[in-house]
């Protein structure tokens, strides 16, 4: 084919969300994404469940929900109960930005995650999980460190209360570099199709959400800072882009939304009690238990919440591993080794969100296992401390890829409440989420959509859209026929009248 009818920029801000970006905004903290906004439309985008970073991304690059891939998050199962393995890819399922490639458009994927590079007609720059994997062309990490004249950035690493302003900083830097490097290879290589991810947004949400839901002026100016360079990042990538010349569209999304949490739901303690999961006899589970339940009474004491915050601190440095197997390391993991698996009728793991049966217990036949299913539903459904909603796959998802999907899936508390795999604490609810926990943010599944640029309409009403839509939506905004059998259904029409 000859040049797209339009070439597409996709940036994407890992767990936007209005409810964060509105304020913002409207205090003129984020110039580039407020013009965008009013130059072209905007509406929720629904993501796919579990609102998780890897099946979303990847439900958005194939234009296919997690039912049809296989993958429903960062880890999927192995044979054996208790352990699994991250996911690889969503391979053999193709992104819609190879189509775009075998039709001789150049395309270009930066910070896409757990992504190795891969022979296309462009170039990939891998993301998250998978820092150190090959790019593609192999050469393309040294010239683009070479370009910013720093190390291209990693993940960040674990946060610390101690290393609060420290962390923000270095987030802050790496949405710096990550621009230079996305706008220098933009610039550069010209692609028709860019893609460009900024993940540091959802890592500063999780941990620091109670700092972000003040009111704008309230908001600590490290902080602030590092939104406006999130948002001045995105206004760099978006001009080298265009710089390419010909029609062109911006869009802005995001994999999932974000919120507060201040609970916990530990889906394997409320199997335990329910006698669905069963430990051979170990006093060492008594020992975590005694542990726990002393770490969340000196929580509530006058200090308590200082204090625990330090301790988990010094916990997490790496030299006190026994101690912190002692207070956290009732993983599911550690613990699946006491598991009496001839026994244990139902586990979650390695989705939160999921309940697997188990499949080395005898007595589940067939027949057996839709009955116990039926009952684990009634028992969640009518849990009277939370709502939680129960599903089977096949309910929420349109393929039928579903041999390593959990048995049940469940939200609570509309996703305000935290699904939790750990035995390590002794009750399956905890409604006064501990500080030592760190993080006092999560997802949500709206997150957003922004876009502008040729051919758009601004002020377009929009209703909220999904995020498996858009694979087809951009491929037909660039001229490209949808491959058949795509879940996601195009909304290009409305997004550019002329598509």
Not at 133 to 156: C, D, F, K, M, N
Not at 347 to 370: C, H, K, M, Q
Request: charge should be neutral; hydrophobic fraction near 40%.
């Amino acid at each position: 084919m000859g040049g797209p009818a339009r070439r597409v920029l996709v940036l994407g801000l890992d767990g936007g969300t209005f409810d964060l970006l509105d304020p913002l905004m409207e205090a003129g903290e984020l110039p580039f994404l407020r013009s965008l906004a009013s130059k072209g439309v905007r509406a929720p985008l629904r993501s796919v469940y579990p609102a998780k970073t890897i099946p979303a991304w990847y439900s958005f690059a194939t234009g296919r929900d997690p039912g049809e891939l296989g993958v429903f998050g960062f880890a999927e199962p192995t044979e054996q109960p208790g352990r699994s393995h991250l996911v690889r890819s969503f391979r053999p399922v193709e992104a819609f930005w190879d189509r775009l490639s075998r039709l001789g458009v150049s395309v270009g994927v930066v910070n896409f995650p757990v992504l190795s590079g891969y022979p296309l007609h462009g170039f990939v720059l891998p993301g998250m999980l998978s820092e150190g994997a090959t790019t593609y062309p192999q050469e393309l990490r040294a010239e683009v460190e070479a370009s910013i004249g720093a190390g291209y950035p990693g993940e960040l690493p674990a946060f610390r209360e101690a290393d609060r302003d420290a962390w923000v900083a270095q987030a802050t830097e790496a949405v710096r570099r990550r621009a230079r490097a996305a706008a220098g290879l933009a610039e550069k290589h010209r692609p028709g199709f860019l893609f460009a991810l900024f993940r540091e947004t959802d890592r500063i949400e999780h941990q620091l959400w109670n700092e972000l839901e003040r009111p704008v002026s309230e908001i600590p100016a490290d902080l602030r800072e590092f939104w406006r360079t999130v948002d001045s990042a995105c206004g760099d990538v978006d001009r080298a882009f265009r710089s390419g010349g010909g029609p062109a569209v911006t869009l802005v999304i995001s994999d999932h939304g974000h919120g507060p949490v201040h609970s916990d739901f530990l889906t394997n303690r409320w199997l335990h009690r329910e006698k669905l999961l069963v430990f051979r006899e170990s006093p060492r589970l008594d020992t975590r238990n005694a542990v726990a339940r002393l770490a969340l009474v000196a929580q509530r004491l006058p200090g308590g919440p200082r204090w625990t915050r330090r301790l988990a601190d010094w916990l997490r440095d790496g030299r006190h591993a026994t101690l912190a197997r002692m207070i956290d390391g009732g993983s599911f993991e550690a613990s699946s080794q006491r598991i009496d698996w001839q026994r244990t009728v139902a586990f979650s793991y390695p989705v939160p969100e999921g309940i697997y049966l188990n499949p080395l217990n005898p007595d589940l036949t067939p027949e057996r296992r839709a009955e116990v299913l039926r009952d684990i539903r009634r028992r969640l459904e009518s849990y009277p401390e939370a709502k939680i909603e129960v599903f089977r796959p096949e309910e929420i998802y349109r393929g039928r890829n579903l041999e390593k999907a959990p048995s049940l899936l469940i939200r609570v508390d509309g996703m305000e409440t935290e699904p939790r795999m750990d035995l390590a604490y002794p009750d399956p609810l905890i409604r006064d989420r501990p500080a030592y926990f760190y993080g006092c943010g999560t997802h949500r599944m709206d997150g957003i959509f922004i876009g502008a640029g040729d051919g758009v309409a601004p002020g377009t009403s929009f209703g909220s859209r999904s995020l498996i839509d858009l694979a087809p939506t951009i491929l037909e905004t660039m001229g490209v026929r949808p491959p058949a059998g795509l879940g996601g259904r195009s909304f290009a029409s409305d997004l550019c009248p002329d598509a």
